[in-house]
């Protein structure tokens, strides 16, 4: 076939970039991501829509089940169905990374490859530098698309990012693993687009994670198909008058193409925009305001008894970016206070800071808690837009006797523009991780991904995650 536009760019360059393009510092980020997206599955394994996902899985059971699950020694199942539960066990608990332009890049890949891996016989496993170059060009394929609208910026109104870059990541990373040819690969991602999007309606509810796992799941059976040689539009990519491709998701789309990387420009997008890392499972959005209360909550205790009692507290203004679905003033599920201003300001200001325990079901109800709730405005400064690279969060409480204490934060610790340190990062692994593992599994996880560039066999991975 006759390979040319923006969609043939991109399979060109799926089939042909190099382990040699990935430089230092993408290969030390990307590692970054592996391991905390893997820390940030096992524990997602605890969650009960993890659960439901991983029942739904094993009663459609398929003899060929060779793919590991995250956080369940021994179950084994087809590598779609892994993808699909590893993937929503990344995202159950909204604890996994995010980028800018807004998505959560890591969940729809790394299930992906990690369940194809799994299901390549023993003489043709990927590298352990091969394994990367395909989680990144993944993770480079939802950037690209990202930047081709300026929508994308901005936090999403219409469809979840994750369910439509998400499953092009996952398809290109998968067409890579399987060496396709440039062709097919463009067919991956073709196929991947109809496979695509999913409404933000469905975000603070139980069926969020499944848009991560689907993600996962659908570009890996994407790149399968292609494999197969099932064929795409060759043109869906590219921006063609009157007939929707992948512009039916953005409405100002326009398309580039992509090339190859030559020696003097840095290729991946990891190079130039750094990770974002959660330290506590919410949307990203909650960490502005979370810091911001902890500050206030640091200066309450220090004049008064070392707590903080609702009877101290008058009013509390939330000056934070306009955005409906993380604007819920009486969270009643958990999902719900994951994407809540309020619930995430209130339980900083009692606690002085958010853990996995204050979304417990014990934790949402408690009397302090939605006392304080009780006495939250919020406000939509015109200087706070709606978008990870821009906005802030400010806290202003004013106390029964009129003073007030105002907290500010512009730049929360593990924002791409404040990045976690290393030992923080694996401070978070060994949490979540060890919630789960035994602790001699999860000390080996993170010496192997420090290492993985340099394994000849990424079965040293796949075999901690039996
Ligand atoms: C996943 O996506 C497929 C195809 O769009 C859809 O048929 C299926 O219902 C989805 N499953 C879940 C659990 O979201
Ligand atoms: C973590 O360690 C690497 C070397 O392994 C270093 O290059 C990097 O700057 C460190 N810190 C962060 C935040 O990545």
């Known amino acids: 076939a006759l390979l040319k536009g923006h969609t043939a760019s991109f399979g060109k360059f799926i089939s042909e970039v190099k382990p040699q393009h990935l430089s230092s510092v993408v290969l030390h980020r990307s590692k970054r991501m592996v391991l905390d997206s893997i820390g940030v599955g096992v524990i997602g394994s605890t969650t009960d829509v993890f659960e439901l996902a991983l029942q739904h899985c094993q009663h459609m059971y398929a003899p060929d089940d060779i793919s590991s699950v995250y956080g369940r020694r021994g179950t084994r199942l087809s590598p779609t169905l892994a993808a699909f539960v590893n993937g929503v066990a990344t995202h159950s608990m909204d604890f996994d990374d995010t980028w800018h332009p807004a998505t959560h890049p890591s969940g729809a890949v ?19 530098l091969d394994f990367l170059l395909a989680f990144n060009i993944g993770v480079e394929i939802q950037g690209r698309l990202m930047r081709f609208s300026n929508e994308a910026n901005n936090i999403p109104k219409r469809f979840h990012p994750p369910s439509v870059v998400g499953t092009m990541g996952s398809a290109a990373a998968c067409a890579r693993l399987l060496s396709l040819d ?48 099932l064929e795409a539009s060759s043109l869906v990519l590219d921006a063609v ?43 990203l959005g909650m960490h502005w305001v979370a810091d911001a209360a902890a500050s206030v909550h640091k200066v309450l205790v220090g004049f008064g008894p070392g707590t903080v009692s609702p009877a101290q507290v008058q009013d ?13 003033p009486f969270p009643d599920s958990e999902h719900e206070a994951r994407h809540s201003f309020q ?64 907290g500010h934060c512009d730049t929360f610790y593990g924002h791409w523009r404040n990045p976690l340190t290393n030992e923080s990062l694996r401070k978070k692994f060994r949490n979540n991780a060890g919630a789960v593992l035994p602790s001699e599994k999860v000390e080996r996880l993170i010496d192997v991904v420090e290492e993985l560039d340099r394994l000849g066999d990424c079965r040293a991975l796949l075999s901690q995650l039996q």
Do not use: W
């Not at 490859?113 to 016989?121: E, F, G, Q, R």
């Not at 999913?198 to 509810?205: D, F, L, V, Y």
């Open 110 to 128: 790394l299930p992906a490859v990690l369940a194809l891996s799994d299901m390549m016989s023993a003489n043709s496993k990927p590298s352990g």
């Open 182 to 229: 440039p062709s097919q690969c463009s067919h991956a991602l073709a196929i991947a687009t109809s496979l695509s999007g999913a409404p933000m309606a469905n975000a603070a509810t139980q069926s969020k994670p499944l848009h991560i796992g689907n993600a996962s799941r659908l570009g890996l059976e994407a790149a399968l198909l292609a494999s197969r040689g």
């Open 241 to 283: 008058t009157g007939v929707a491709g992948f512009n039916a998701f953005y409405e100002d789309y326009v398309p580039q193409p992509l090339k190859l990387p030559n020696d003097d420009s840095h290729m991946f997008l990891l190079e130039e925009q750094d990770m974002a890392f959660k330290r506590f499972p919410a949307h």
């Open 316 to 328: 509390i203004l939330l000056r934070v970016p306009k955005s409906k679905y993380i604007n819920r």
């Open 343 to 406: 619930f995430n300001a209130c339980s900083a200001l009692l606690d002085g800071e958010v853990t996995v325990q204050s979304f417990t079901p014990a934790a949402l109800r408690r009397p302090d808690l939605l006392a304080l709730l009780s006495r939250v405005r919020m406000e939509h400064p015109q200087d706070n837009p709606a978008n990870f690279n821009s906005m802030y969060g400010e806290v202003q409480v004013t106390l029964v006797g009129g003073d007030i204490l105002k």
